[in-house]
Structures are given as C-alpha cells and as structure tokens.
T-cell receptor
C-alpha cells in the first residue's frame, strides 16, 4: 500500500527552465511534507518542507505547493541548473501524540537537467 | 555544520553472519530513525528512538535489533543475515520540538552486501 506516490520515475528538463515534480498521497492524517534530494551513494538531503496549514512555501529557487483537497503536492525548481540533477523523494509524516514521526517516502523521481 | 555520521560506509558479510551498523546523530538531536532502502526502492522505516527509548517500529525483521545509548548514538544489530538484507541503511536524526514540523536529517548511509 503505497501511501505516497510519485508517478513519474524520471523527468528531463532544459537548463534554465522550470522543473515540476509531483507527489500524491492517500493518508489524510499526514500533516507535514518534505522533499529530499539524493545523489548516488549519498544520503537524502533535506530541501524544503511544508506544513498542512500552509499551501505554499518558498526557499530560493525551490517552491513547494500543497493542495490538501486533492492530496497533492509539487516541487517547483526555477531556474533549473545542472547541479539539480538527482533523485527527488517526496516524504510525509503524521503527527503522533507519543513517539517519533516516521517518514513515508514516495518512489522517487530522477530529474535530469540538460545543458 | 555537523551532520549525521554513519559507520561503516560499506560492509560485506556472508549469509548467517552478524552485522552492526552505527549512527551518530547531529549534536543535540534526541531522536534517531533507521531506514532501509533496497535496490530501486524508496526508503522504508525500520525503527526509531527518542531519548534512548524505542519510539516506533516499522517493518523491521525479528532478526534485527537496535538501541540508543546515553550519548544518543544508535546501533542497528542484524543477525542471521540473508541475501535480501543487502541494501542501503540510512540513519536520520531530529530534535523533538513537539510540533508536526520535525525535520529529519539523514546520514550518508551504510551499504550492506550479503553474499
């Protein structure tokens, strides 16, 4: 049961253009969403996050949009740069009264930025 | 800034052997998480600890055990290794804030190969 889905395994974008990565989720209890970037042989690097009380969060070239009614979020990267080429994971967590908040990951999208 | 440290980075074992993976969280972080990422898969939550107590348990086999020590570092012990245990094992740490906006920061991972 894949609670977080990234339906595009790969995405190719021209340098300087906008990259849009999409993520859907099914669990309505999720209230915190994160995007991680991962290079081969390295751990996921935190990029940007958004709380369920917001619909947009921006940090430099990265913007995350959340549509709760559609259970959909997207990561926009503009302008895209060659160094952005990596696998991007969408992750979600649900607040717990006790205990740590485990992350549920999507399958990842491999982004390639072409010069 | 200090990051999550994992050791060893690479480990080769034979079937039925035992392995111990270590994780040193970011200083002052009190929560540690372990994730397993199989080839071509998304990271799957195994287990977490908060203030040296087990906090949550995911899809962790009974052959695996883990603990968090007084200095907050954590060890994942894996016994009777099977070929299917070959994967990347990530540790992440976070600081418990009580809010849903708790970001996990990942280490570089340990690549375990079981022959």
């Amino acid at each position: 049961d894949q609670q977080v889905k990234q339906n595009s395994p790969s995405l190719s974008v021209q340098e300087g253009r906008i990259s849009i990565l999409n993520c859907d989720y099914t669990n309505s209890m999720f209230d915190y969403f994160l995007w991680y970037k991962k290079y081969p042989a390295e751990g996921p690097t935190f990029l940007i996050s958004i709380s369920s009380i917001k619909d947009k969060n921006e940090d430099g070239r990265f913007t995350v949009f959340l549509n709760k009614s559609a259970k959909h979020l997207s990561l926009h990267i503009v302008p895209s740069q060659p160094g952005d080429s990596a696998v991007y994971f969408c992750a979600a967590s649900a607040r717990r009264i006790q205990g740590a908040q485990k992350l549920v990951f999507g399958q990842g999208t491999r982004l390639t930025i072409n010069p | 800034a200090a990051g999550v440290i994992q050791s060893p980075r690479h480990l080769i074992k034979e079937k039925r052997e035992t392995a111990t993976l270590k994780c040193y969280p970011i200083p002052r972080h009190d929560t540690v998480y372990w994730y397993q990422q199989g080839p071509g898969q998304d990271p799957q939550f195994l287990i977490s600890f908060y203030e040296k107590m087990q906090s949550d348990k995911g899809s962790i086999p009974d052959r695996f055990s883990a603990q968090q020590f007084s200095d907050y570092h954590s060890e994942l012990n894996m016994s009777s290794l099977e070929l299917g245990d070959s994967a990347l094992y990530f540790c992440a740490s976070s600081l418990r804030t009580g809010s849903p906006q708790e970001t996990q920061y990942f280490g570089p991972g340990t690549r375990l190969l079981v022959l």
